[in-house]
């Protein structure tokens, strides 16, 4: 090959390499993952606990499998989201100073949430059923965004708290955390008591 002709390859392909070069670079938007949400369906659970209310049709009641679990403790799980709403159960029986252990456990058990949240919102609702629910809501990287016990003071004690089982962010997460509260207060609100 000449002189003449190396040069002229090398030129070239100089030229390529410079005009192939963009400087109006644009960063491609960022990607979020796509959440379809099912309709709100809603079907009775078994009649086989102290209680029953009407869950998500898109759910499925699992008894807990957890070392610790007692008798009528269930998980509310959601396969196609990855989440569960673990609830247990206990009886009072009458006794006012259970009914106020088993309140504290559930403070207790939120508080453990106070490193990671920044923020703690309770408040009280009042079901149909003349009980009333303490819905406690949590921000920021915490493992339960959504929590509640409600009791009738006298016989039941009904606590749950929403997980997830993925690493996800809860701000990725929130279309499916706001998807889930809707059930967990439709199961609040069809919550019925058997004696």
């Known amino acids: 090959m000449t002189e003449q002709k190396k040069l002229l390859l090398s030129t070239m392909i100089v030229s390529f390499v410079l005009s192939s070069c963009s400087p109006d670079y644009v960063p491609k938007p960022k990607g979020y993952n796509r959440i379809i949400l099912p309709e709100h369906d809603y079907q009775v659970m078994a009649d086989t606990m102290p209680y029953s209310f009407e869950y998500s049709t898109q759910a499925r009641i699992l008894r807990d499998s957890s070392w610790i679990s007692e008798r009528y403790w269930i998980d509310v799980f959601y396969p196609y989201f990855g989440a569960n709403?673990?609830?247990t159960y206990k009886p009072i029986n009458g006794l006012e100073s259970l009914?106020?252990?088993?309140?504290?456990?559930?403070?207790?058990l939120t508080s453990k949430?106070?490193?990671k949240a920044y923020s703690i919102e309770e408040s009280n609702k009042l079901?149909?059923?003349?009980?009333v629910a303490i819905i406690i809501e949590l921000e920021g990287q915490v493992p339960s965004q959504f929590q509640f016990y409600v009791t009738d003071s006298s016989k039941h004690f009904l606590r749950g708290a929403l997980y997830f089982?993925?690493?996800t962010q809860n701000d990725s997460l929130a279309p499916v955390i706001s998807y889930?509260?809707?059930?967990?207060?439709?199961?609040l609100n069809s919550l019925e008591w058997k004696n």
């Open 85 to 87: 709403v673990q609830v």
């Open 99 to 108: 009914r106020q252990e088993y309140q504290e456990d559930s403070y207790r």
């Open 113 to 115: 949430h106070q490193v």
């Open 127 to 131: 079901l149909p059923n003349g009980s």
């Open 165 to 167: 089982q993925t690493a």
């Open 180 to 187: 889930l509260k809707r059930d967990i207060l439709h199961m």
